[in-house]
């Protein structure tokens, strides 16, 4: 059994990562993460809002309706998932 100094998991020095390096990445991707890719994601979202209502007030094809409808919740749910990855990867 090997003792442990920190609390770092020991192994061949191929296997650590630095932990300022590791850090740094960690703190970029959460940048990019609130501040790109969340934005991103919700605008898409009212981006797609906006045209179907657009095409409502209009009086437009129904279809095309339908397409903007599934295509709002499909992005609703990619947002859900980009901002909860944010959450998680801003925690730690």
Known sequence: MQAR???MPTGSAKS???LPRAAGYIMSMAYFMSHVAV???VGAVA???LLGLINL???GSPWTSQKLM???VMLQF???VVIM???WIMRG
């Open 5 to 7: 100094t920190s609390g």
């Open 16 to 18: 650590r990562v630095s």
């Open 39 to 41: 934005p991103i994601a």
């Open 47 to 49: 981006l797609v809002l």
């Open 57 to 59: 007030m209009r009086g």
């Open 70 to 72: 599934r295509l709002r």
């Open 78 to 80: 990619i947002a859900i």
């Open 85 to 87: 990855l944010a959450v």
